[in-house]
């Protein structure tokens, strides 16, 4: 297939990002559950609720009622039904709660929220949910007794996680605990999407955890030079995003960036490009990849499977975490992890997008790109065009509404450096530099506790 030329960002490709985070925006007004705020993993029949999902969607609400795509009332609606459903819902070491010191299980019920398939207390899930309901929190930030209560119940939610606990007595955060064994035998360290994790959890008024937990983190950290870049690795490409939805990494570093001369957005643009040498490479001769045809991350795959093709033995597998350049790889390629990296590399991400939509315009249905898509997976069932993904997945629904945002306003970013909780917890894990050393902290003055949010700010 002919690769196309980059070009300039053009009003053609704001109508095609319009389209594009409109489209997606709508998995979260038509799958969740308005009663509870409950959001399906994804959007095959049956599917349970995942609760990072549910963090994105409040963050998306936000951005929606800036977009116009939601009217603030109904923002407001959405998310106080999801924020009171946490609130009530039973904190407890009962094997069928939706949660326990203050977390909450990685997967839930869409009817009642409770625990689905015996799944983990997820401290990264749970992360996530937190973030999108101090998105919420410090959105909704007017005197109408809607907007107090969504305040309210966030210092709630976001004070009784019980970080110390997760710690289950090492230097750094456990994965996860499960009633029937207790905690997981892994730990968040080396690099990973937890930064803000770390950053929550260092920042928290009730149980924060040490300065040293974040510091052992760093310490397990791996410094890689590949295709002609120097960066902090990681395979899949989601881990160099998945933090900075939330956070705006330019020009703030930490110990160990600060040591290497850059910050965790140069690392991610170097992380991107990292991608794109990859596909042109195409070490495992993979149909379809090239320079404006990438995207290898966590992501849906055709099956666990061996098939001969053209004389080679081809692996397959389901859904997984593949990465670049150690694989798994099996020749599937996520769409929303190239949109995830348009604040990165805008330049080299466009032109991918368009790509996306000339050559494989069936990849894109109802809510935008579907998970994945496999042009090298040829079966009885799948010829010619290869493989495509059956549905959505609320995982990658978020990532390109918040990072779509991020890229052609930076509206998100400017939010939450207004949250008190992530300056706090960055300053907390050393982090230094431009937007960080300006951000005032202010104290509630009757508790002493870090506020969720401050005062009313400029809106568009």
């Given at each position: ?42 959007t ?23 977009r ?7 923002g ?20 069928d ?27 990264i899930?749970?992360?996530f ?28 939610l ?44 260092l920042?928290?008024?009730t149980?924060?955890?040490?300065a040293?937990s ?17 960066f ?19 020009d703030i ?23 794109q ?22 992501s ?43 604040p ?17 315009p ?5 809510f ?5 898509f ?28 918040m ?17 008190p ?34 005062q ?5």
């Amino acid at each position: 297939m002919c690769e196309r030329s980059p070009m300039s960002h053009s009003a053609m490709h704001a109508g095609m990002l319009d389209k594009l985070q409109r489209d997606t925006f709508q998995y979260f007004l038509t799958e969740s559950n308005r009663a509870n705020g409950m959001v399906p993993d994804n959007t095959r029949k049956g599917s349970h609720a995942s609760i990072a999902p549910i963090g994105f969607a409040l963050t998306a609400y936000t951005i929606g009622v800036e977009r116009g795509f939601i009217t603030r009332d109904e923002g407001i609606e959405r998310t106080l039904s999801t924020l009171r459903f946490f609130r009530d819902s039973e904190q407890s070491e009962d094997a069928d709660a939706t949660g326990y010191k203050g977390f909450y299980y990685h997967f839930l019920e869409m009817d009642t929220g409770r625990r689905a398939w015996k799944s983990e207390l997820s401290t990264i899930d749970t992360t996530f949910l937190l973030a999108g309901t101090l998105a919420s929190a410090t959105y909704f930030d007017g005197n109408a007794l809607e907007e107090e209560e969504i305040r309210s119940i966030a210092a709630e939610l976001y004070t009784r996680a019980d970080w110390q606990w997760a710690l289950n007595g090492g230097e750094t955060v456990s994965m996860g605990w499960k009633p029937e064994f207790g905690f997981l035998p892994y730990r968040w360290e080396g690099y990973n999407e937890a930064l803000i994790l770390y950053t929550l959890a260092l920042a928290s008024p009730t149980h924060p955890i040490p300065a040293t937990s974040y510091e052992a983190q760093t310490r397990t950290y791996c410094w890689n030079q590949l295709y002609g870049h120097e960066f902090l690795y990681a395979g899949p490409l989601f881990i160099h995003q998945l933090s900075h939805m939330w956070i705006d990494f330019r020009d703030i570093q930490d110990d160990f960036m600060r040591g290497k001369g850059i910050d965790y957005f140069e690392n991610s643009r170097r992380a991107t490009y990292l991608q794109q040498q990859y596909a042109i490479r195409n070490p495992l001769d993979y149909k379809g990849y090239g320079r404006y045809c990438w995207g290898i991350t966590a992501s849906d795959g055709p099956g666990s499977t061996c098939l001969k093709l053209g004389g080679v033995e081809r692996s397959f597998f389901d859904y997984v975490a593949r990465g670049v350049p150690d694989g798994p790889d099996d020749g599937t390629i996520a769409p929303w992890a190239a949109v995830a990296s348009l604040p990165f590399a805008p330049e080299i991400v466009l032109p991918t997008l368009q790509h996306f939509n000339e050559v494989y315009p069936e990849v894109a249905s109802k809510f935008g790109f579907k998970c994945s898509f496999n042009p090298t997976f040829q079966s009885e069932n799948h010829k010619g065009g290869g493989w495509i993904s059956e549905g959505y997945y609320g995982l990658d629904q978020g990532p390109i509404v918040m990072m779509i945002e991020n890229y052609r306003t930076g509206f998100l970013w400017r939010l939450m450096k207004r949250c008190p909780a992530i300056v706090e917890g960055l300053r907390k894990a050393g982090f230094q530099g431009g937007w960080c050393d300006r951000a005032p902290m202010q104290k509630d003055p009757d508790s002493g506790k870090v506020p969720l949010n401050r005062q009313s700010g400029p809106r568009r």
